[in-house]
């Protein structure tokens, strides 16, 4: 027998509650007697008990009965019949890895998985599916419960975080195209409302958690060949605790520090004057229940220099900026953009032309065709007074708006989120937007040629935004499940994955899909290398005090004609109904019976 | 104002009795009660040698005749009767009330003095309570009033050591007489008996009546969980009432009348048990002359 709403049960503990008006009913009467002489043996005294000796009437046990049916009603016991037909769902998310008492939660899912195997008859079929990166079938073909259980065993969490799903929609749909009998969904995530077909299965309890919600490797400035490290820590706990962060690469240790995080908070430290490394690991010390977050990862800004690649039919524009120390500019036309190789390049400049799609790359638009999917252009305006901008932004800092007078600029309309840094009385002049951690620059104006000391604000603002630009170069750590970008890819390039295995890149692809796992990636191609950084970047995965529920509907039709459940509860309903208008039609009789019974007169005895 | 039972018709009853002594007194007055000294009634009670002085009226003519010697008739006394009342007035005695109670009780009593004042006898009522309390000795049936007023208007109250609240009484007690207990003798065996024992040793005839309300004998408590409260020593117990308590209730309660009427019966003592829901005429009338009680 099974429980689909195994919580109600908890409402058995509340049955001995039952006896308070019983105890409050049976509070004693105080009567004066002439004398207790003749009672002192079969009384008690009131100072041995205080409650006396309970007298429990058989209305009492009626009760209690009729309340534990209805409990059991509500918990919806069902009697399973052993399916043929089943499908079991693996939450293999990262949150899955957290640790109960030395076995991660996915272990225990796997021995729930097998439990649930032993139900189905071994002419029965299974279907295994996955949760992440989306809900998807295991093995193409049906298995038997012997072959699932191998194929259970086999499988693994990923490092990534749940997928947004709406499982009710998602598993109603696999029942009813598949014809399942059972659909189990064993994850670390509650259930509402789960229905006979399809159940959920939670392991896990709630824990306290500490996390690397960031982690960042950055030159200190354009100019600057130091690098600084930024970690950020926060507690998924209720309690203050002072952690030891190191700062590593490989298997050295850089620097380390303490810091303490105060209970559901975050904090963060910056490291600074450590020694180059191609790519570099946070880590934490403590023993929580995620042990996956407690490190991140992050490689190196490529270059120190900035390496710009500028897309302008106007070169000798862009030519000027070959003045600023530390650029090195490559340019090319508009044309020619689709043809040439983007890799290495922390910035490409669009000037007076945009791109297709937007670049994966940091970029800076100078008043783009109508093409582009930023912003629109307004009318041309002569003679442009600056009206307001940020303060303070790395964009408009040192830059004396009284004398920034670009001589030709066009408002902006922006057509995406994003923020507007510089705006004149025509409209916005500046529009910034941050996507998948690239940054994005459009201009209403046009800043070039770089004249240096010939045209001072326009100068500053130029470095501006080429330290703004470059303060996000390089690969940065993303979340894992990110593509990680090719380039052109050629014969003999392949991926390098953490845990070590070497994947031949498919020629022609763009992107490498398969970045599931935390860590270090190495794209090896011509005989270079290049690092990419994943990390799992989902708070809701690193909390694991309260995760949210799945909502489950019943709906009427799915799969019913094929469930393997048979709903038991109605029955103890009805039961605890019939009982409940027994005791409605007897006890007001006891009670008269009772008060008949007082009131009678005493006999006259002679 | 006599009380309600106390009707012409009912005094004229009472006039009818008179009380019966197992013991001789010695009264103060000529009386009705033989008395262990030697005096003029019409009872003969022995021969004496006669001796100078004595009145020649009852020199025995026939034994002279006989045997030439001089015998004088010796006579009875009679005298009157001392009877001591004694009333039980602790709290227990008000339960459930003062009325369905310690009334019934006072009215016994005042039948069985009206029973001596219509005697000539003397009659002493006894308050047995903490604080003892007596009235003076009472003569003739124009005193009834008095014993009236000194019963009724009796304080009910307080917890009763028998032995010690008679001891009390006993103290100032100089004439041994008749001594009628009232109580509802709801009380340990020891007590009662060590109390009962006590007024033996004063030489006093004695008679137990146990007065009981109907709430006593056959308690109507509602079923279920009481707390009952001693009224004299406020001592509380929890109690379940139901049809077998109350039946082992009852059985308890035969039990300890049935020890009290043994031991009365062992010391020579009367003993009656009077239900408060019981005539009062009926108790008087039937019940005390059939223990003996009266003439």
Same mark, same amino acid.
């Given at each position: 027998?099974?429980?689909?709403?195994?919580?109600?049960?908890?409402?058995?503990?509340?049955?001995?509650?039952?006896?308070?008006?019983?105890?409050?009913?049976?509070?004693?009467?105080?009567?004066?007697?002439?004398?207790?002489?003749?009672?002192?043996?079969?009384?008690?005294?009131?100072?041995?008990?205080?409650?006396?000796?309970?007298?429990?009437?058989?209305?009492?046990?009626?009760?209690?009965?009729?309340?534990?049916?209805?409990?059991?009603?509500?918990?919806?016991?069902?009697?399973?019949?052993?399916?043929?037909?089943?499908?079991?769902?693996?939450?293999?998310?990262?949150?899955?890895?957290?640790?109960?008492?030395?076995?991660?939660?996915?272990?225990?899912?796997?021995?729930?998985?097998?439990?649930?195997?032993?139900?189905?008859?071994?002419?029965?079929?299974?279907?295994?599916?996955?949760?992440?990166?989306?809900?998807?079938?295991?093995?193409?073909?049906?298995?038997?419960?012997?072959?699932?259980?191998?194929?259970?065993?086999?499988?693994?969490?990923?490092?990534?975080?749940?997928?947004?799903?709406?499982?009710?929609?998602?598993?109603?749909?696999?029942?009813?195209?598949?014809?399942?009998?059972?659909?189990?969904?064993?994850?670390?995530?509650?259930?509402?409302?789960?229905?006979?077909?399809?159940?959920?299965?939670?392991?896990?309890?709630?824990?306290?958690?500490?996390?690397?919600?960031?982690?960042?490797?950055?030159?200190?400035?354009?100019?600057?060949?130091?690098?600084?490290?930024?970690?950020?820590?926060?507690?998924?706990? %209720?309690?203050?605790?002072? !952690?030891?962060?190191?700062?590593?690469?490989? *298997?050295?240790?850089? =620097? #380390? /520090?303490? &810091?303490? $995080?105060?209970?559901?908070?975050?904090?963060?430290?910056?490291?600074?004057?450590?020694?180059?490394?191609?790519?570099?690991?946070?880590?934490? %010390?403590?023993?929580?229940? !995620?042990?996956?977050?407690?490190?991140?990862? *992050?490689?190196?800004? =490529? #270059? /120190?220099? &900035?390496? $710009?690649?500028?897309?302008?039919?106007?070169?000798?524009?862009?030519?000027?900026?070959?003045?600023?120390?530390?650029?090195?500019?490559?340019?090319?036309?508009?044309?020619?953009?689709?043809?040439?190789?983007?890799?290495?390049?922390?910035?490409?400049?669009?000037?007076?032309?945009?791109?297709?799609?937007?670049?994966?790359?940091?970029?800076?638009?100078?008043?783009?065709?109508?093409?582009?999917?930023?912003?629109?252009?307004?009318?041309?305006?002569?003679?442009?007074?600056?009206?307001?901008?940020?303060?303070?932004?790395?964009?408009?800092?040192?830059?004396?708006?009284?004398?920034?007078?670009?001589?030709?600029?066009?408002?902006?309309?922006?057509?995406?989120?994003?923020?507007?840094?510089?705006?004149?009385?025509?409209?916005?002049?500046?529009?910034?937007?941050?996507?998948?951690?690239?940054?994005?620059?459009?201009?209403?104006?046009?800043?070039?040629?770089?004249?240096?000391?010939?045209?001072?604000?326009?100068?500053?603002?130029?470095?501006?935004?080429?330290?703004?630009?470059?303060?996000?170069?390089?690969?940065?750590?993303?979340?894992?499940?990110?593509?990680?970008?090719?380039?052109?890819?050629?014969?003999?390039?392949?991926?390098?994955?953490?845990?070590?295995?070497?994947?031949?890149?498919?020629?022609?692809?763009?992107?490498?899909?398969?970045?599931?796992?935390?860590?270090?990636?190495?794209?090896?191609?011509?005989?270079?290398?290049?690092?990419?950084?994943?990390?799992?970047?989902?708070?809701?995965?690193?909390?694991?005090?309260?995760?949210?529920?799945?909502?489950?509907?019943?709906?009427?039709?799915?799969?019913?004609?094929?469930?393997?459940?048979?709903?038991?509860?109605?029955?103890?309903?009805?039961?605890?109904?019939?009982?409940?208008?027994?005791?409605?039609?007897?006890?007001?009789?006891?009670?008269?019976?009772?008060?008949?019974?007082?009131?009678?007169?005493?006999?006259?005895?002679? | 104002?006599?009380?309600?039972?106390?009707?012409?018709?009912?005094?004229?009853?009472?006039?009818?009795?008179?009380?019966?002594?197992?013991?001789?007194?010695?009264?103060?007055?000529?009386?009705?009660?033989?008395?262990?000294?030697?005096?003029?009634?019409?009872?003969?009670?022995?021969?004496?040698?006669?001796?100078?002085?004595?009145?020649?009226?009852?020199?025995?003519?026939?034994?002279?005749?006989?045997?030439?010697?001089?015998?004088?008739?010796?006579?009875?006394?009679?005298?009157?009767?001392?009877?001591?009342?004694?009333?039980?007035?602790?709290?227990?005695?008000?339960?459930?009330?003062?009325?369905?109670?310690?009334?019934?009780?006072?009215?016994?009593?005042?039948?069985?003095?009206?029973?001596?004042?219509?005697?000539?006898?003397?009659?002493?009522?006894?308050?047995?309570?903490?604080?003892?309390?007596?009235?003076?000795?009472?003569?003739?049936?124009?005193?009834?009033?008095?014993?009236?007023?000194?019963?009724?208007?009796?304080?009910?109250?307080?917890?009763?050591?028998?032995?010690?609240?008679?001891?009390?009484?006993?103290?100032?007690?100089?004439?041994?007489?008749?001594?009628?207990?009232?109580?509802?003798?709801?009380?340990?065996?020891?007590?009662?008996?060590?109390?009962?024992?006590?007024?033996?040793?004063?030489?006093?005839?004695?008679?137990?009546?146990?007065?009981?309300?109907?709430?006593?004998?056959?308690?109507?408590?509602?079923?279920?969980?009481?707390?009952?409260?001693?009224?004299?020593?406020?001592?509380?117990?929890?109690?379940?009432?139901?049809?077998?308590?109350?039946?082992?209730?009852?059985?308890?309660?035969?039990?300890?009348?049935?020890?009290?009427?043994?031991?009365?019966?062992?010391?020579?003592?009367?003993?009656?048990?009077?239900?408060?829901?019981?005539?009062?005429?009926?108790?008087?009338?039937?019940?005390?002359?059939?223990?003996?009680?009266?003439?």
């Amino acid at each position: 027998m099974e429980f689909l709403n195994p919580s109600a049960l908890f409402g058995l503990l509340a049955l001995p509650l039952l006896l308070l008006p019983y105890l409050i009913r049976r509070k004693p009467r105080r009567l004066v007697f002439s004398s207790l002489l003749l009672f002192m043996d079969a009384g008690e005294t009131a100072s041995r008990r205080p409650w006396g000796r309970i007298h429990l009437p058989w209305i009492f046990f009626l009760q209690l009965l009729m309340l534990t049916l209805l409990i059991l009603a509500l918990s919806e016991p069902m009697f399973s019949v052993r399916p043929t037909h089943i499908a079991i769902v693996l939450d293999n998310s990262a949150s899955m890895q957290a640790l109960e008492g030395g076995k991660t939660r996915f272990a225990l899912a796997q021995a729930k998985a097998n439990a649930l195997l032993d139900e189905v008859g071994a002419a029965g079929t299974v279907d295994l599916y996955a949760t992440t990166p989306r809900l998807e079938k295991i093995r193409a073909a049906s298995l038997t419960p012997a072959e699932a259980k191998g194929a259970i065993m086999s499988m693994e969490p990923f490092d990534l975080a749940d997928p947004p799903a709406d499982y009710d929609n998602l598993l109603n749909q696999l029942a009813r195209e598949h014809k399942y009998e059972r659909i189990s969904l064993i994850s670390d995530h509650p259930a509402r409302g789960q229905t006979a077909a399809i159940r959920v299965v939670q392991v896990g309890q709630t824990q306290a958690n500490f996390a690397i919600t960031q982690f960042d490797i950055q030159r200190s400035s354009l100019v600057n060949a130091g690098s600084e490290a930024t970690i950020e820590v926060t507690s998924f706990s %209720d309690r203050d605790e002072k !952690l030891k962060v190191r700062l590593k690469s490989g *298997a050295t240790d850089l =620097a #380390t /520090r303490d &810091l303490v $995080v105060s209970a559901g908070k975050s904090a963060s430290l910056t490291f600074q004057g450590f020694a180059d490394h191609s790519f570099y690991a946070a880590e934490i %010390d403590v023993r929580d229940g !995620l042990p996956l977050d407690n490190r991140r990862y *992050a490689v190196a800004p =490529a #270059t /120190r220099g &900035l390496r $710009v690649l500028a897309i302008t039919p106007r070169p000798r524009a862009l030519e000027s900026l070959r003045a600023i120390p530390g650029i090195m500019i490559e340019i090319v036309s508009p044309n020619d953009y689709e043809k040439s190789s983007r890799t290495g390049f922390g910035l490409e400049i669009f000037h007076f032309a945009a791109p297709a799609s937007l670049p994966q790359n940091n970029s800076l638009f100078i008043l783009p065709p109508e093409s582009n999917s930023l912003v629109d252009l307004g009318n041309p305006v002569n003679d442009v007074n600056v009206t307001n901008w940020r303060d303070p932004h790395t964009l408009t800092r040192y830059v004396n708006f009284n004398l920034f007078r670009p001589s030709y600029a066009r408002p902006l309309k922006p057509q995406s989120t994003g923020e507007i840094v510089i705006e004149s009385s025509k409209g916005p002049l500046a529009f910034s937007v941050e996507r998948q951690g690239f940054r994005y620059l459009t201009l209403g104006f046009d800043p070039f040629p770089y004249l240096g000391r010939d045209n001072l604000p326009m100068s500053i603002f130029t470095l501006n935004l080429l330290d703004w630009l470059f303060e996000s170069q390089g690969e940065r750590g993303r979340a894992t499940g990110t593509p990680i970008p090719l380039g052109k890819v050629g014969a003999g390039d392949r991926i390098i994955t953490p845990p070590g295995q070497k994947i031949a890149v498919r020629p022609g692809a763009n992107y490498f899909a398969g970045a599931f796992f935390q860590g270090i990636y190495q794209l090896q191609h011509d005989g270079e290398s290049q690092r990419f950084a994943r990390n799992l970047q989902d708070r809701s995965e690193s909390d694991l005090r309260a995760p949210a529920p799945i909502e489950l509907r019943s709906r009427a039709g799915v799969n019913n004609e094929t469930s393997a459940l048979f709903a038991l509860w109605p029955y103890l309903l009805i039961v605890s109904v019939i009982l409940l208008m027994l005791e409605w039609f007897i006890n007001p009789r006891m009670r008269s019976y009772s008060f008949w019974r007082l009131a009678k007169p005493l006999p006259q005895r002679s | 104002m006599l009380p309600a039972p106390f009707t012409p018709h009912f005094l004229t009853q009472l006039e009818t009795l008179r009380l019966r002594t197992r013991k001789e007194f010695l009264g103060s007055h000529t009386g009705s009660y033989s008395s262990p000294r030697r005096g003029t009634s019409l009872e003969f009670a022995d021969y004496r040698r006669y001796a100078p002085g004595d009145d020649l009226r009852y020199l025995d003519w026939g034994i002279y005749a006989r045997t030439d010697r001089l015998y004088v008739k010796v006579y009875r006394e009679e005298v009157d009767l001392f009877a001591y009342v004694f009333i039980d007035a602790s709290a227990s005695m008000a339960f459930p009330s003062r009325e369905q109670k310690f009334l019934p009780a006072s009215h016994v009593a005042l039948a069985l003095s009206y029973v001596i004042l219509a005697n000539h006898d003397h009659v002493k009522l006894h308050l047995l309570q903490d604080r003892s309390s007596a009235s003076p000795f009472y003569r003739g049936r124009r005193r009834m009033a008095d014993c009236v007023n000194f019963a009724t208007g009796a304080n009910v109250g307080g917890a009763l050591d028998l032995a010690t609240s008679l001891s009390d009484h006993l103290q100032r007690l100089r004439r041994p007489g008749k001594a009628i207990l009232i109580s509802d003798f709801l009380m340990p065996a020891a007590a009662y008996q060590k109390g009962l024992n006590l007024l033996r040793a004063f030489n006093l005839d004695i008679a137990a009546i146990q007065v009981l309300t109907r709430q006593e004998v056959d308690p109507d408590f509602p079923a279920g969980s009481l707390a009952l409260i001693d009224s004299e020593s406020q001592r509380e117990i929890r109690y379940q009432w139901n049809g077998t308590a109350r039946r082992d209730y009852q059985t308890r309660l035969a039990h300890h009348n049935l020890e009290l009427k043994s031991f009365c019966h062992q010391s020579g003592i009367h003993y009656s048990l009077y239900v408060n829901d019981r005539d009062l005429s009926d108790f008087i009338f039937a019940t005390l002359p059939a223990i003996g009680l009266f003439k």
